[in-house]
């Protein structure tokens, strides 16, 4: 399950900086700009709830061997 969610981390981070290259600093908010800047929150949602995820399986182990 580690390597797993360590996979799906790396490719939320490649979509990040995917997106980042999509960016239109001239005009932010305006055409593919929004749909970058939607794919880079989504991006980031889906690693913080990889990490949680990653962190409650840690302590979820932590409890059973006690």
Do not use: Y
């Not at 700009?33 to 949602?45: E, K, Q, R, T, Y």
């Amino acid at each position: 399950m580690k390597i797993f969610t360590s996979i799906l981390v790396l490719l939320a981070i490649a979509l990040i900086v995917f997106n980042i290259t999509l960016l239109d600093f001239q005009n932010p908010l305006q055409g593919d700009s929004v749909v970058a800047f939607i794919g880079i929150a989504a991006s980031f949602c889906a690693v913080l709830i990889l990490l949680i995820f990653r962190i409650s399986r840690k302590i979820e182990e932590k409890m059973n061997d006690q």
